[in-house]
């Protein structure tokens, strides 16, 4: 036998061994899971040669929603439901015959349409038949009924790297909850499209939320795996309980990797400039300014009825759509700005300064959600009393220094 018949030998042969490890029906299968995707990036849910044998003849759990899916080109199975190109990893697993047994759902929800801060009802999942639990509302975190006779919990959400972004709480409560039912949890990581910098105040312990449970920066640099693995290494959960973590890391990415989403992580991040603009924006959630939804430009314009028409000339009238059953300033014109080209590469906090100078009535702009978003009192003090923006970009420069020296310690990627 020469060496280049003996060299397919062993990979028909390595290909047939890890066929009956995980389940998969064929070699031509396995040949179409390695082939390389379009865009040179593997997320962690398209690697299943490497988690697959993982879950092998175990029960699985999986928290998941619309963005928890697989590239084509990475993955092409028979009998799988196709979705533009894309297909949901449940259907994935349960071809291959994984024991899967329920799914969690967080905010939005497992299909991702409810509005932000709607409580999400457990139900059934008409495509799979498979029972759904909320994990929004009064069931933020797993309870241990819930997750009796499962061995294994996977996690795949698409974060967008933000501090207020409820992804990350979901995360904590989940890795609390393995740890304390003996779970094994297998984090699928995924890009996050804000990676690329980190901004913004630190939040204090005592303005720890639902919207900010740990002590980072709003912008924080780094994707849920990594985040994962900092939530248990700086001893984050209750009774400085460690979860049993492992990640599966994407391929070809680092934090300076250009990544647009393939759908939207939430109804009101409908594109790539919303989630850019996303960290700098919210905090109009926490005031009397609407940051546009009710229209088909959420988090891309931002407005209010009373602002000044001369500064603030984009006319908009929020209205009820999908994911703003009741919109902020609902029926009435809004006047303000459109940033649909703006790039930013940092917080901007120049839009809230304006819009706090031009309100006629400053003593009902802000409302007390803005100290959750902003994780501090501090924010609202200083623009109340005139400091500039480098002014108060200058006081969160100490504690980002601290938080990227922690950060570092839990990097998976340059």
């Known amino acids: 036998m020469n060496i280049k018949n003996t060299y397919f030998f062993l990979v028909i042969l390595t290909l047939l061994v890890l066929s009956c490890k995980t389940g998969i029906k064929s070699i031509k299968d396995i040949f179409e899971i390695q082939e390389k995707d379009t865009f040179n990036l593997y997320v962690g849910a398209s690697q299943l040669d490497v988690y697959l044998p993982l879950l092998k003849e175990n029960n699985v759990a999986i928290v998941g929603n619309q963005t928890s899916i697989i590239r084509n080109s990475a993955l092409r199975l028979r009998s799988v439901p196709i979705m533009n190109n894309y297909t949901h990893v449940v259907d994935t697993l349960l071809s291959l015959k994984v024991n899967l047994k329920k799914v969690f759902s967080p905010e939005h929800g497992f299909r991702g349409k409810a509005d ?44 967008v790297g933000v501090r207020f972004y409820t992804y990350i709480s979901t995360l904590h409560y989940v890795m609390e909850a393995a740890a304390e039912n003996n779970i ?12 690329h910098y980190i901004d913004g105040p630190v939040l204090e312990d005592k ?47 680092t934090h300076k990797t250009g990544y647009n989403l393939p759908v939207k ?23 009397s300014i609407s940051c546009g939804r009710g229209t088909d430009k959420q988090f891309q314009v931002f407005g209010a009825p ?65 100290t959750k978003l902003a994780g501090t009192e501090k924010l609202q003090n200083q623009i109340e009393l005139g400091y500039t923006h480098q002014d108060i970009r200058k006081t969160w420069l100490p504690d980002l220094e601290k938080f990227k020296k922690i950060r570092s310690k839990y990097l998976l990627y340059d």
């Open 116 to 159: 932000a801060g709607e409580v999400v009802v457990s139900g059934i999942d008409t495509a799979t038949g498979l029972p759904i639990i909320s994990l929004y509302g009064g069931n933020k975190k797993p309870k241990a009924e819930q997750l009796k006779g499962i061995d294994i919990i996977l996690f795949d959400l698409q974060d």
């Open 184 to 195: 094994k949890l297998i984090v699928l990581d995924r890009p996050n499209p804000n990676a």
């Open 207 to 253: 303005h720890h939320s639902f919207v900010g449970m740990h002590p980072v920066p709003i912008v924080y640099g780094m994707t849920i795996g990594e985040y994962a693995q900092m939530i248990n290494g700086e001893n984050w959960l209750h009774n400085g309980l460690k979860c049993d973590l492992t990640v599966i890391p994407l391929k070809n990415y």
């Open 265 to 287: 992580p939430s109804p009101n991040l409908p594109n790539a400039k919303a989630i850019e603009l996303y960290p700098s924006l919210c905090f109009f959630e926490g005031t």
């Open 306 to 370: 009373e602002l000044p028409e001369n500064d603030f000339p984009f006319i908009f009238i929020p209205q009820p759509n999908e994911g703003a059953k009741h919109p902020k300033h609902i029926g009435k014109t809004c006047y303000g700005l459109n940033l649909q080209e703006v790039a930013v590469h940092k917080i901007n906090l120049q839009w809230l300064l304006n819009a706090y100078t031009a309100y006629p009535n400053r003593k009902d702009f802000f409302y007390p959600f803005f």
